[in-house]
Structures are given as C-alpha cells and as structure tokens.
C-alpha cells in the first residue's frame, strides 16, 4: 500500500507541475444509481488526499435517485453513518476544461478503515467478477457504446425533454436521420472539443454518430484491456458530454427513455476474451466463431432474467422496451442482427466478439459489465449451448421469461440462483433494497393521469 501511495504522490506532484493552475480536484464517486457524488478537494489539501485518503459515508453509495438515503442493509440511519476512505484511482487525475482553467477531477475508490475494499463500490464488485475469470485464465476486452440525447437547456432544467438548436448551424434537431452528416455538422465544435477533453482525461474515444431520433448521438469507446478501466471510461464520457453540452448551449442527458415516441438510450457492450497466450478464445477461423462464444453467449442469456434489475435500473429504464424498436426483447442471439440481445458483429475472425445490447445508458457501468461477465463465465464453465441463432426480427414481442416490470425485475434478483455467486449475496440485497426503496417512492407520487381516470368516474 505504500509502495502504490508514494507512486501515486508523484503522479500528483507531476500533474501540478504540468498544471500549476490548479485550484481544486473534484474526486468522482460514481454511485449505485451510476450518479456522481463526490468531494471538492482545494490545492493545499491534495497532498493529504493522495497520502491518507478522505473520509465519506459508506451510505453515499446506497442513496437513491434523488439523494435519498435508503438505510439499505443497515448502513445510514441504523449503524450511525460511519466513514469509510475514499482514495484516488491511479492514472484518473485529469484538468477539466469546461469548469474553467483551475478545475480538475480524479475517480475515487473506496476502502474500509482497515484499507479492505469497502463491498458498497460497484468498482471493487466488477473487480470480483474479473477475478474470477482471470482465475480460470480468461482476461476480456471491453469497449463500451453509449448514446444520448442533446436537450433544449432551458426546457430540461424545467423538467422537459425537448429537441435542441444545434449550436453550430442554427438548425432545430426536428427530423430523424440516422447516420446525418448534418446533424453531426450541427454539433461538430462540440464533437471537437469533446476529443480534445478526452485525450486530457485518457478517455479513448472511437467514432461518433447521429442516432435514431431528433436530437440523439452515439459515441463509442476503444477497445480496452481492462473493464475496470472501460467502466472508468464510461463515467468519465457521461460527465464530459454533460459538461461540455452545457458550456455550447445545450442539455445532455442520458435517460434511457426520453421522448414517449422515440429511440430509447442504450449502453451497448462488446466483449471478446483472451487466453494466457493473448489468443481470442472466441476466434477459431471461421465466420461463425468458436464453441466457447456460443457458450459465452448463452450464459448471458440464462443470465438475463436475474439481471434485469442492473441493466434496467429504474422505472424509464423499462420504458425503452417494446415490439420494434430495435431493442432487445428477450433471451435471442444471432449474427449481425440488431434486434437480437446479443448479437456476433460482422468482422475479421480475429475480431470475433459478442455485443451485449440490453442495458440502458443509465446503467451503472461497472454493474453492467459485471452481469455481463458473470454470464459469460457461466456460460463458459458449464459449456452451455445457446438457443438457434435468429436471422429474423427477434423483437417482434416481449420474452415472458423476461421481467420487463421493473417490481419483477428487483423480485427476479431476490431470487437469482447464479448471479450471487458472482457479485455477491450481500451486495445483490444492497442494490435491490435500494432500488426498492426508489419505486415505492415512485409509487407514492400521485400522477395528472389519476385525476384524470378516478377522480369523477362516470
């Protein structure tokens, strides 16, 4: 631990020398609900950050949507609300461009007094899940793809989800066009210095594209080594593209839902899988891939159903589901095939890999890639066989096995049989508690619509 603490103090020394106009570092703490909270750590006080850590709550972790704690497994309300350490991630201290020159940001990390991995970071449950494959000699590479809708600003701080202006040509974003040249001109000073901050972070960009519906983008991310990292790249995409957003006059939002009538949000996932030998275990030469990306595949589908409740994490999450869509709606596969949950992209056979496309982006990325992990182990250990591949519309209807409900979903992981294994007993019944908590807050909201039908029936 000293060892990592003293590297860790020079890469602090050598950012302040490369940015001697740093005033603050804002240190990140992505939550459950995959929302920001954090600390603002001033200049004079990094040293102390870097050496001994802050202290936080561990119920920070466990808050609802709103800010709300949830008392979730006794942490909060119950057990008095003790501190645990947050610590800089390595390698994640970066300048914030659009916060103004003396801004800067690190991911944090938690850890219990005793320096253990504190069990409420959804950080150290995708760690347990890696290291498990990492046992049996599997190590993935991850890219993640995620897409989002620019806003009307002013509209979105009231509350209402509006197409914007796009800020380089004056145009409203009023019409889909998938894949618009325009559109993306529309948004090109944006785009750029979204290239720029993420070169500054280390974030790996890859290419951009207009999705389908007015005012929605997708950016990718490369190919990493490391889905800690890939996770951690996720994040810090989300913040900038909110950032940034702002600083050009518009709203960023990554709701999987948005617009009743439009394309849904998603967190698309590719993951392939590496041997000792850094060989792809699911490239056997052939364009239809090995026995062991057909196993892979149908863990994540037996998985599915107990992890609904991560890739789905609120009650709009459900909302992106239905026939036609070009969304998942059940436990279906096959090859270059967009309605399917997990499709095999065309490509080079040593590119084979899977596409997990089921989560929303308001899915927390380290969870996410957790379930998904935890699948492909599984599917892989048992030597699962999956399903027939669909070559045809595979969303033509909702899965009944699926819970596609968001109170079945949080039942379902009550229940789950394998997932436990992997992220934990203990954390599973954290997140469903809270998840719980939200929806019966949820539910508590009267809605125009009951007036509407009960107020004075005919």
Not at 224 to 241: E, M, S, T
Not at 436 to 441: G, I, K, S, V
Request: proline residues 7%; charged residues 25%; contains cysteine.
């Amino acid at each position: 631990m000293k060892e990592a603490i003293d590297t860790q103090i020079i890469e602090l020394q050598r950012f302040l020398e490369a940015h001697p106009e740093t005033e603050f570092v804002d240190v990140l703490l992505p939550d459950l609900c995959n929302i920001v909270r954090g600390k603002r750590v001033g200049r004079k006080h990094l040293e102390k950050l870097y050496d001994q850590g802050i202290l936080i709550p561990s119920s920070t972790f466990l808050l609802d949507v709103n800010g709300v704690g949830t008392n979730a497994g006794g942490r909060g309300f119950s057990d008095g609300d003790p501190d645990v350490t947050v610590r800089p991630a390595a390698g994640s201290l970066a300048p914030v461009s659009w916060a103004g020159p003396g801004a800067a940001q690190v991911l944090g990390i938690l850890y219990e007094l005793d320096g253990e991995p504190c069990p409420v970071d959804p950080r150290h449950v995708l760690r347990r899940v890696v290291s498990r494959l990492a046992d049996d000699g599997l190590y993935p590479v991850v890219a993640l793809e995620l897409e989002f809708y620019l806003l009307d600003s002013a509209l979105a701080d009231a509350g209402e989800a509006h197409p914007p202006v796009l800020p380089d040509t004056g145009r409203p974003a009023e019409r889909t066009q998938v894949y618009s040249l325009a559109d993306l001109d529309g948004v090109s000073s944006f785009l750029a210095e979204m290239e720029s901050v993420c070169a500054a972070q280390r974030v790996p960009l890859g290419g951009a594209s207009s999705e389908y519906a007015a005012g929605q983008f997708e950016i990718n991310l490369e190919h990493v080594g490391d889905p800690i990292a890939a996770a951690d790249h996720a994040i810090l995409l989300q913040r900038a593209v909110k950032g940034i957003a702002r600083k050009h006059g518009v709203a960023a939002t990554f709701m999987a839902k948005p617009y009743p009538d439009s394309a849904g949000n998603g967190l698309h996932t590719h993951v392939s899988i590496l041997d000792d030998s850094g060989r792809n275990i699911f490239d056997d030469g052939s364009e239809q891939g090995s026995d062991r990306l057909r196993q892979a595949i149908a863990g994540t589908l037996a998985l599915l159903p107990e992890s609904m409740a991560i890739f789905a994490p609120n009650v709009n999450s459900f909302r992106r589901f239905g026939p036609n869509l070009y969304v998942p709606t059940g436990r279906t596969w096959g090859y270059n095939n967009r309605s399917v949950a997990v499709r095999v992209p065309a490509g080079a056979p040593e590119a084979r890999r899977l596409e997990h496309r089921m989560a929303g982006a308001d899915a927390n990325p380290y969870l996410t890639l957790a379930a998904i992990l935890a699948g492909i182990h599984h599917g892989i250990e048992r030597q699962l066989e999956p399903p027939a591949a669909r070559q045809d519309n595979a969303g033509a209807e909702l899965d009944p096995k699926v819970p596609f409900v968001w109170q079945r979903a949080l039942d379902r992981v009550a229940s789950a049989e394998f997932l436990p294994d992997y992220m934990g007993l203990a954390y599973l019944e954290l997140y469903r508690e809270c998840k719980q908590f939200e929806l019966d807050a949820f539910y508590r909201e009267f809605t125009p619509m009951e007036f509407r039908w009960y107020l004075a029936p005919e």
